[in-house]
């Protein structure tokens, strides 16, 4: 029997570009990412680690489109994305990545379907369709039920999980975590994970995950290694 690959296996979904970024002037001024080179595919699960200040979260945004980097390239599905407008730029955001903040960011006051409905209604999605389809990720994350609660009513693995759910619900190619499971217990930094990986791989998605926890190394499929700027190692995962 032939096993055919997805079409969008293997295929390049992010190539970085002797990426560098300074702050500060003249005397003060520091590289924070210096000149940094890799590139991630669809259908994997790449791992960013490194000690505290060694560039990562600085290096997640110059490839998210929020940060644009003093020299080198980023380029995302065949395109520079620093080339883009600022309105194409915003769409790039909103369209191609999905990004998980460490503490969630959801807003307080708007339920778990709401918060998960933000992305389509940005997109200009009816409100009652968006809701439907905000409850059907919430279900797919394993919150049947929680929909209608305030985040303040939910735990953090659960409050991890809207996030979750807000970051595809609106089906972007790329998701880029930054520290997801800093604030969850050993097991339910896991369990998330581990679902992670299999909904959203199941769909030759990217998934760049930034984090300080060594629990969950085994989920990546490689892991680049940063100190000071610069990536000084790249391992194999060891799934
Ligand atoms: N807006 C900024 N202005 C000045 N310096 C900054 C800014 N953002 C980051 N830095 C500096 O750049 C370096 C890299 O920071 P960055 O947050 O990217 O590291 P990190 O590896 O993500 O750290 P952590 O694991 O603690 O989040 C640090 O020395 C930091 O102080």
Redesign the pocket.
Known sequence: MTISLHPEANKEAIVVTNVTKW??EGETR?T??NAVNFVAHFGEMLFIV????????????MISGILKPDQGTVTVDGQNIWNYSNDKLADFRLNTIGFVFQDYHLFPRLTSAENVAIPLILKQENWDHAIIQAKKYLDIVGLKGRSELLPIKLSGGEQQRVAIARAIVSGPEILIF??PTASLDGDTGRLIVQFVKEQVLNEHRCIII?T?DNRINDFADRIIH?ED?RITGLDKGTE
């Open positions: 702050f500060g520091m924070a990412v490194g000690p505290s200040g060694s560039g990562k979260t600085t290096l997640l945004s930054d520290e930034v300080h940063m700027g």
